[in-house]
């Protein structure tokens, strides 16, 4: 804490009890003394303990720590499915469910891993995201509490003047500064990282892969359409990203359409930039790999259908095929939309609208009739709802569905893991790109040299990725 050390930003929080305050341990105040700290694992422990966040460091622009950090399975899928906005339009009832245990089960592990529970640490991430709202744009109070997951301004303010002894408009005329610029027609918000960050190779990875229509990545800003589905309920879109380096953050803008989902969003974008890497950890595991580029990380997906059918695309055939593939799979099958963007015209299909196309009209894009084939089983298994692509099911159990679906081999499911089901040690063993940096010619040898980076394979594919590239 003393040391201000980035490297466990998000880590943890220093509640200092004579002024009962919490902050990050970047914050730049005068440091207290060690006889009036108290250190919480979480934010949301700090604020059930009695602390209001800092306004200087902002507790709730910390990068959060990554799931595999987590003790036990449960605890950690609860606390990502709470991130994600489970419990926006459900209860502790309805969260147990999707996880299948009971509520009290799921309380009593969620209490002994989180120490406070799974709706103390919800009301802690709605308050965190509306002060934030409040701190970084100028929405009124109403769309701010909506956005937050409140159902009424009253409630908003009685729980913002209980936790944080300040009311929401008191919050507003603190700011110190104004986010990095993003287009006038978004709403901002700030996402931490740690550093180093490598924002640029990031951002090449993307540019070659991007799904034209949906996505588009150049002159160091990600924009995507975005359609997301909330029980009956769909929300369409678009944002923008930036990176900040001087405030180890990036600029998050998404369109006013967005905001009841905003909570989805923004979890969304964290895992697309892998922004809970903890890049000093995955260093010390690669060695020597990581030092050409330290601040590497995984690239990951905004959304696990999208990729899946993205990484079939991609089955044998150049990355800049696939993505004009993808490209008029999107445009033959997606939904137009209007955007301020005119590279960005169309919401990428989803799985109902594939499942029900004809393996011919597939087909008519460019592909075989096997590489149709396997983009319409896989798409019926998704909307028949007999897969689930998320990164709560078993890794191992998920994977064995997938190649049961025909065409789908060990590269794809290793793929699908590392990109789009956050499994940081997926590794595609099989692919060309990694036996040519390593010299080898047989999986077996490249799987015996990627034991040492267990269980960081997925960074250690990217490096192996990034050393085959030409230099600038």
Request: aromatic residues 8%; charged residues 25%.
């Amino acid at each position: 804490m003393l040391s201000r050390d980035r490297r466990f930003d998000g880590r943890f929080f220093v509640g200092v009890k004579s002024t009962r305050i919490y902050c990050r341990p970047v914050c730049t105040v005068r440091p207290p003394l060690k006889k009036n700290c108290r250190f919480f694992l979480y934010a949301a422990a700090a604020e059930i303990s009695g602390f209001r966040p800092c306004l200087r460091c902002r507790p709730e622009l910390a990068p959060g720590a990554a799931a595999v950090d987590a003790t036990a399975r449960l605890s950690s899928s609860a606390l990502r499915l709470i991130d994600e906005g489970a419990m926006a339009e459900g209860n502790i009832s309805d969260l147990a469910d999707e996880l299948g245990v009971t509520s009290r089960h799921l309380r009593r592990v969620f209490k002994k891993e989180v120490g406070i529970s799974p709706i103390e640490f919800w009301q802690t991430r709605r308050l965190l995201l509306a002060k934030g709202m409040m701190t970084d744009t100028q929405l009124p109070a109403t769309r701010v509490a909506e956005a937050s997951g409140f159902k009424s301004l009253r409630r908003f303010n009685a729980a913002f003047k209980s936790r944080y002894r300040l009311s929401p408009t008191q919050v507003r005329a603190s700011r110190r500064r104004a986010l990095a610029e993003n287009s006038k027609e978004l709403v901002p918000f700030c996402l931490g990282y740690r550093p180093p960050f490598d924002w640029g190779s990031l951002m090449h990875f993307l540019s070659r892969r991007m799904i034209p229509g949906c996505e588009s990545a150049a002159g160091g800003v990600y924009r995507r359409t975005i359609c997301l589905k909330r029980k009956e309920e769909r929300f369409t879109g678009w944002l923008e990203v930036r990176n900040v380096p001087e405030t180890n953050s990036l600029a998050v803008g998404i369109s006013e359409s967005l905001l009841p989902v905003c909570f989805v969003v923004l979890e969304k974008v964290k895992y697309l930039f892998d922004l809970q890497a903890d890049p000093a950890e995955i260093n010390v595991a690669l060695g020597d790999l990581s030092k050409p580029y330290p601040g590497l990380r995984v690239p990951g997906s905004f959304d696990p259908f999208e990729m899946a059918i993205r990484a079939i695309l991609g089955q044998q055939i150049s990355v800049a095929g696939a993505s004009t593939l993808a490209g008029r799979l999107a445009s033959k099958f997606g939904q137009a939309i209007s955007t301020p963007y005119a590279e960005l015209t169309t919401l990428f299909p989803t799985a109902d609208v594939i499942a029900n196309a004809t393996t011919p009209a597939l087909a008519s894009i460019g592909l075989t009739r096997g590489r149709a084939g396997t983009i319409s089983a896989l798409a019926k298994a998704v909307a028949e709802d007999r897969l689930h692509l998320h990164w709560s099911e078993q890794i191992g159990a998920l994977g064995n569905q997938l190649r049961a679906l025909p065409g789908i081999g060990e590269w794809t499911v290793q793929y699908l893991a590392m990109r789009a089901l956050r499994w940081p040690d997926a590794f595609p063993a099989g692919d060309l790109g990694l036996k040519k940096a390593l010299g080898e010619t047989h999986v077996a040898n490249v799987l015996k040299r990627a034991e040492a980076w267990r269980p960081w394979r997925a960074y250690a594919a990217i490096h192996l990725w990034k050393s085959l590239e030409k230099p600038v």
